[in-house]
Every structure is written in C-alpha cells, then in structure tokens.
C-alpha cells in the first residue's frame, strides 16, 4: 500500500488531478483494485484529491487566463474524467452570463489581431477562433457583429468586386430558371443579402443594369 500511496502522491505532485486520472494512472501502474480503493480513501481523506475543488480551481484559473466557452470546458472536463454529477451541473458553477461576458472580451481582444484583406474576413477568422474555444454560435455571432469594424476604402472596393462577380452569377441562374422584371429584382436582393451584401450596395448594380 505504501509503494501505491507514493506512486499517487509523486504523480499528484506535478499538477491537481481528478480522482479518475488518478485512479487509471495506479491502475497502469498494475496495482491491485483492493490497494487502490484504500489509497484513494486516504487520499479522499487528506484532500489530495477532491472534484469539487478541481472544478473550482479550473472555472477560476480559466476564467483569469484560458477564457474557453463552455462545450471546451466540458469536453476538456470529461476527458480528464471529473465526476459525472459535477458535469452534469456544470451551468451552475460556470453560468451563462459569464461565459457570454468571457466571449465579449476574447472578440474585443482579437479583433486588431485578425489578419485579412477586408472586413467580412477578418470577421469570418475571429468568429472561427471564438467557436475553436468552446462558445456557441449564436454567442460568437453576436460579440462579432457589436464590435465596430473599421473599413478602408481597399476593403470597399474589394467587397464591391466580390459583390458584381456574385451579382453576375446570381442574376444567369435565375434568368436560367425563367425569372425576369420585378421578380428577378426581388430574388436578387434577397439571394444577395443574405450573403452579407448591404442593400444600397445592390441597389446600386441594379439601377446599372437598367
């Protein structure tokens, strides 16, 4: 039992574990059940392990420095095995105003670092780098979208270009599929906008094809 209590206790030494890490590391290490089970007692007993303790000091060291959303705080939580009636109730400790305000400050954050020729990329990577981290969609769309994009006149002209060659496309497969005079008009800006183009910006190549 000594030789399992050392073993436990060395590989508790590096970092705080859940009681499954610890529980399959001595089971690796070939002790027997019977040994385990009263290792962990004592361990239990001790506190060295104690996931109600581990999940506070995770949401607290996450919250100060990882900043993840919530699918990667429970992914990462199951994997390391805590205890499913803590997982279970993981809303509690880790709400849902908080890991909106979390999201908030990443995209606030990464919004300057986001590299792209115009502003509908640089939007399209950080709403990327946000879903990569465990936020929803819904969250990612709405701290994107209330952040103050600066566009230059190169990301206008550029979004102005994507919008003819979008335009051209949309307006053949619809004369194609017999649509013509109002009707044509209407389902161009309605297929159009709902690619992110603004409506004067395709207003404005509609007046052109008069």
Do not use: P
């Amino acid at each position: 039992m000594e030789k399992c209590m050392e073993a436990a206790v060395r590989f508790l030494s590096y970092r705080s574990r859940t009681e499954n890490e610890v529980l399959e590391h001595l089971r690796k290490k070939g002790f027997s059940e019977e040994v385990i089970v009263k290792v962990m007692e004592r361990l239990r007993e001790y506190h060295y392990v104690d996931d109600q303790q581990y999940l506070n000091s995770y949401l607290s060291n996450n919250e100060a420095v990882k900043k993840y959303g919530r699918k990667r705080i429970y992914y990462d939580l199951e994997k390391r095995g805590l205890a499913d009636h803590l997982l279970q109730k993981l809303d509690d400790y880790f709400s849902l105003e908080k890991e909106k305000k979390l999201c908030v400050t990443l995209a606030v954050k990464y919004e300057s670092t986001v590299k792209g020729k115009s502003v509908r990329e640089r939007q399209k990577k950080l709403y990327e780098k946000l879903m990569r981290l465990g936020y929803n969609h819904q969250m990612v769309l709405e701290a994107v979208n209330n952040l103050e994009w600066l566009e230059d006149q190169q990301d206008k002209e550029e979004r102005f270009k994507r919008l003819e060659k979008d335009f051209q496309k949309a307006a053949e497969k619809l004369k194609k599929k017999g649509y013509e005079g109002y009707e044509l008009k209407q389902r161009l800006i309605n297929n159009l906008a709902l690619r992110g183009y603004d409506y004067e910006s395709i207003q404005r190549l509609l007046d052109n094809e008069r």
